[in-house]
């Protein structure tokens, strides 16, 4: 019930985001990098959320950040799923040495403590945004993996995956046409959470200077900028802090939303 | 039509071995229905599996199965599927759970005709229809678009009987497909897969551990216990005169099941058999 409606919320906030990211040009009232007061000010009529220590407009660069912030973690996401999705079907599937060998290179990778995996990669390459989306995506498939892997094993030993043998399906077909759309609630719910952890460790790198790149805005490096002046220009952290926060709990409430769904129906 | 020659079939559990299928030999012909029963875990779904070699990849298989003058048991992988479903089907014990909950009726029909039979997607579908009209499935063309759960049990063994007869195959294995059904519904099924078997001249091996349902439609019977083949015969005979203790055993079952003791049954006779047999077809 409070979980029904705490989905839904979070559901319209993501909803709301992704319509200021998509049409970022029609709502942002100044170009996002362009230096458009003398100085740092307070939220006002004109700039509502204020200005930046390079007199930049804070509302415009807040929402061409929402663009960066929900693209990472769209496509970092995307990339985690189908890795997990493919290793963890394969391992839960086929079973035997398959498995083992799939379940032991996730050991590997999750015996790295995740952000050192991601600082250390991402300081072999260079910082852009495309790097990001693509180090955060290789370094967080292994929970998925397990997930999937745990649904296969669960899946393969149903009568209809035996009927489906049974009428000529080979097993490429079997593992994603009769197997996958079975695992998929598990699959949404581990997607939505995971998309929240990516919008957070994208943060965390563009806050560490090894993410999104100025003067492009990300939320990461909107608060990166705003450390140096807390006290003078507390609005510069509050307006990222605040927005990477409602994003990540609207992610949190849809995802858990979401499990309690499917688990009520299983 | 079907021979299985000297088939074993074990299993390795730890270190022991199970021996669920032990040096079995029987045939089935054309248009014939060959019984299979004995009790649980005598080994029947075991023979059924590796006529069709879907027995994981640790168990050993031994033997011949000659089917269109070919062994089975050697066949490489693409060559056996192209024979599952097409020209072997099978149908299942339980019929709900043997379909996909998330593809409606239409689509897993038509699977099996798009991949063996190269159709098109609305071929598949107009096809799909048709079967579920051979099947008397009513409204069929409105109820390819409904998803296994909207079916009743007796209705979802139909589907299945559908799939399995939808590249006209010429060969049946049904594993206890009456199973899980209500009493009149198994009536209506046994009576639907006779019927085709004499429209589609179907060879089909009839997985049971019921001696009634024998009775009614197996021209022969392959009796088996604990993977080995005890009693074989044509089912008149065996019914009349069965030669082993554990056959008359599992037709003492069912006379049991089908009519408990009371005083003036107290006698075995023939009579109350017939009687059942009389009721389902
Ligand atoms: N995959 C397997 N691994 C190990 N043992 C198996 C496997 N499949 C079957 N067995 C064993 O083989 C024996 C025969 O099983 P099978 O399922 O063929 O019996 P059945 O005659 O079909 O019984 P039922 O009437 O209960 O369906 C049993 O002892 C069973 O435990
Ligand atoms: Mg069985």
């Known amino acids: ?24 040009p029609v709502i942002a009232p100044y170009d996002p990098t362009e230096i458009v007061a003398e100085d740092t000010m307070g939220p006002s009529t004109q700039h509502w959320f204020g200005t930046d220590d390079y007199g930049r407009d804070i509302f415009s660069r807040a929402v061409y950040g929402a663009r960066i912030s929900l693209t990472v973690g769209l496509v970092a996401v995307s990339i985690s799923i189908s890795i997990g999705v493919l290793l963890g079907a394969l391992a839960g599937y086929f079973g035997g040495w398959t498995d083992s060998l799939i379940m032991r290179f996730v050991d590997v990778m999750l015996s790295f403590p995740s952000i050192f995996l991601i600082l250390t990669i991402q300081a072999m390459l260079t910082p852009n945004i495309y790097n990001v989306m693509v180090v955060i995506g290789i370094t967080s498939w292994m929970g998925v993996a397990r997930l999937v892997r745990g649904e296969y094993l669960k899946i393969r030993e149903l009568s209809y995956v035996e009927a489906a043998r049974a009428i000529g399906c080979s097993n490429k077909r079997i593992i994603f046409r009769h197997i996958l759309p079975n695992a998929q609630a598990p699959i949404i719910v581990a997607a939505t959470l995971g998309m929240a952890g990516a919008i957070l460790t994208e943060s965390a790198l563009s806050f ?21 002046y807390m006290r003078d220009a507390p609005w510069m952290a509050v307006i990222p802090g605040l927005l990477i926060l409602i994003t990540v709990l609207s992610l949190y409430f849809i995802g858990e939303g979401l499990r309690e769904k499917s688990d009520v129906r299983s | 039509m079907l021979e299985v020659k000297n088939l074993s079939t074990y299993f390795k559990q730890g270190d022991s071995t199970v021996k669920a299928v032990d040096n079995v030999s029987f045939s089935v012909a054309k248009g014939e229905i060959l019984g299979l029963v ?28 000659i089917f269109e003058n070919r062994n089975l048991l050697q066949l490489a992988e693409p060559e056996l599927i192209k024979i599952r479903g097409s020209k072997i089907s099978m149908i299942f014990q339980d019929p709900f759970t043997s379909l996909n909950p998330v593809l409606t009726i239409g689509e897993q029909i038509a699977e099996v005709l798009r991949f063996h039979q190269g159709m098109n997607r609305q071929q598949a579908r107009d096809r799909a229809i048709e079967l579920l009209e051979t099947v008397r499935i009513r409204n069929s063309g409105l ?88 009693e074989e015969g044509e089912t008149g005979q065996i019914f009349s005169n069965p030669q082993q203790a554990y056959t008359q055993r599992l037709i003492e079952c069912l006379r049991v099941l089908t009519h408990p003791p009371t005083p003036s049954l107290s006698k075995r006779g023939g009579g109350v058999l017939s009687a059942d047999g009389g009721e389902l077809l």
Not at chain 1, 210 to 228: E, H, R, T, Y
Not at chain 2, 38 to 56: D, F, M, N, R, W
Request: some cysteine; proline content about 4%.
């Open chain 1, 208 to 228: 560490l200077g090894m993410g999104v790149q100025p003067p492009m805005p990300s939320w990461g490096n909107m608060l990166m900028d705003a450390q140096a």
């Open chain 2, 143 to 230: 109820r390819v678009r409904d998803y296994p759960h909207q079916f009743s049990g007796g209705m979802q063994q139909r589907v299945m009987i559908a799939i399995a007869l939808a590249c006209e195959p010429e060969f049946l294995i049904a594993d206890e497909p009456t199973t899980a059904l209500d009493v009149t519904i198994q009536a209506e099924i046994l009576r639907l897969i006779v019927e085709l078997k004499e429209k589609f001249n179907l060879g089909i091996m009839y997985i049971t551990h019921n001696f009634g349902i024998v009775k009614n439609i197996c021209q022969r019977v392959v009796v088996l216990n604990k993977g080995r083949v005890v």
């Open chain 1, 1 to 24: 019930m409070g979980k029904n409606k705490l989905a839904i919320f979070g559901l319209s906030v993501l909803v709301f985001f992704t319509a200021l990211a998509i049409f970022a």
């Open chain 2, 38 to 65: 004995g009790e649980s875990g005598s080994g029947k779904s075991t023979i059924a599996h590796s006529i069709l070699k879907l027995i994981p990849a640790s168990a050993s298989v031994s033997g011949e199965i």
